[in-house]
């Protein structure tokens, strides 16, 4: 069954755990003591109604307990498909946790107010959302409720995110009015707006074409590990494991495997579910080859025409994660698909502000969730793709070696 990844990006009090709580409620995905939880706090605090997002706050807290992370992965399923959802608190900046999760979100939920309309926080989150190039946004206009329904208050602001979103290159955008609140075209469709034809959110969810997103073009095959079973049934089996990062692979096909260059042939491709004859991205698979050539982790298999750049200069969008900045002259690990190896900024070239969409040269100062073009020497070559090609060959993170901590993720970029 196909997974479909999306964060949620909205401000605080927009409605964002509403939401979360009842999609998960309205399509059966929570548990009955859970509810009877959630429905005995609502009326402990004097509430009329079931207040959903006391749901996706306790989920929240309880995923947070002892581990200090600030995006909480949501999982649920329909017969249709499975989700994950990257959830983020509202008042935790966002930018560093949109870019977690970007280079595999497939969809980003923008939720509005529907009294407020686009304000400056949807202009941004919908910017970085389009820096990532997260291939689909679905803009949720909330609290219907609170605007009588209103087919023109819906409408006003429709024309208003068009006209700022005209200046971004996101490539699929729908616009779904909604109440979180009383589940209008959540998972069911509304009484209350009949002039709105569309499907509802969660069935936009289930249909919206994903299978594009990934590039199929370019066959990379990052190896995670190599497995040789200790089994002396198997002990000739070599395989190489991990994620495909794009492309197809067929068995027989022509291969390259990076940095050394050795060719050889595919002779398996072997998935969980038993061999297949062949692969594409995202599939997690191993594959064995004709020719027993020196392959470990972090290296590459690649389509024998058509290999990424292999480079140890890089110039790269970064967003970064750590309230302090970057120490002159630090070297960071910089880990790029299944590989490792150390570098250092040599450049700030310039800061994005992401307010006015401006590059600021005279700023150097980097701090947390700052989005900075910098240029990027590695001690060892890395094979890369730019990011608009390949999300995942096309970015890497930074970490800091000393306390092993992420200190900013970043976006490979080819040109100016
Ligand atoms: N009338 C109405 N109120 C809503 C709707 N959705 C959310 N609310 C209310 O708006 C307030 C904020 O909702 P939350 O879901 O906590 O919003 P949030 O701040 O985005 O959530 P965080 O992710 O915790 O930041 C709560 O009082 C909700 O009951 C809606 O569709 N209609």
């Known amino acids: 069954m196909e997974l479909l990844r999306f964060t949620t990006a909205g401000s605080v009090d927009d409605g964002k755990s509403t939401l979360i709580g009842r999609l998960l409620y309205d399509s059966k995905s929570i548990f009955e003591d859970q509810i009877e939880a959630v429905k005995k706090s609502s009326e402990r605090k004097g509430l009329q109604h079931v207040d959903l997002s006391l749901l996706t706050d306790g989920l929240r807290s309880e995923r947070e307990q002892g581990i200090t992370i600030d995006v909480a992965y949501r999982y649920f399923a329909t017969p249709k498909r499975k989700f994950i959802i990257a959830d983020t608190p509202g008042h935790i900046q966002y930018t560093r946790n949109m870019v977690t999760g970007a280079s595999t979100a497939n969809l980003a939920l923008v939720l509005i107010d529907a009294r407020h309309g686009v304000i400056e926080q949807t202009c941004r989150h919908s910017f970085i959302a389009s820096l990532l190039q997260i291939p689909h946004i679905i803009v949720c206009i909330n609290k219907m409720d609170l605007v009588d329904y209103s087919e023109d208050a819906f409408n006003r602001i429709v024309e208003q995110y068009h006209e700022f979103a005209s200046k ?228 890497l993170i930074l970490i800091d070696d000393t306390t092993n901590e992420t200190v900013a993720a970043g976006t490979i970029q080819f040109n100016g």
Not at 212 to 222: G, L, M, Q, T
Not at 244 to 270: E, H, M, Y
Not at 271 to 281: H, L, S
Not at 306 to 316: A, F, G, R, S, W
Request: with cysteine.
């Open 168 to 395: 971004l290159s996101i490539k699929d955008i729908r616009y779904i009015p909604i109440s979180a609140l009383k589940g209008d075209n959540v998972v069911n469709e509304s009484e209350h707006m009949p002039w709105y034809k569309g499907s509802s959110l969660l069935e936009t969810l289930e249909t919206i074409h994903i299978g594009s997103d990934y590039n199929h073009n370019d066959a990379r095959f990052p190896v995670q590990t190599v497995i040789r079973p200790h089994d002396t049934k198997y002990h000739d089996y070599r395989g190489y494991a991990g994620r495909i990062a794009g492309g197809i692979f067929k068995t027989g096909d022509n291969i390259v495997a990076l940095p050394s260059g050795q060719t050889s042939r595919i002779k398996s491709i072997d998935t969980f579910n038993g061999p297949v004859a062949e692969a594409f991205a995202p599939m997690s698979v191993s594959i064995t080859l004709e020719d027993d050539i020196d392959i470990g982790r972090g290296d590459m298999i690649v389509a024998e025409d058509n290999e990424p750049t292999e480079t140890q200069d890089l110039d790269v969008m970064l967003c970064w994660m750590r309230t302090k900045g970057p120490r002159p002259g630090a070297k960071y690990f910089i880990k790029h698909t299944s590989r490792e190896v150390m570098g250092i900024i040599k450049e700030v070239v310039y800061k994005l502000d992401i307010n006015t969409m401006e590059k600021v040269t005279d700023d150097q100062n980097i701090k947390m969730n700052d989005m900075v073009r910098v240029k990027i020497r590695t001690v060892q070559p890395l094979m890369v793709d730019e990011y608009s090609k390949n999300r995942v060959t096309g970015s």
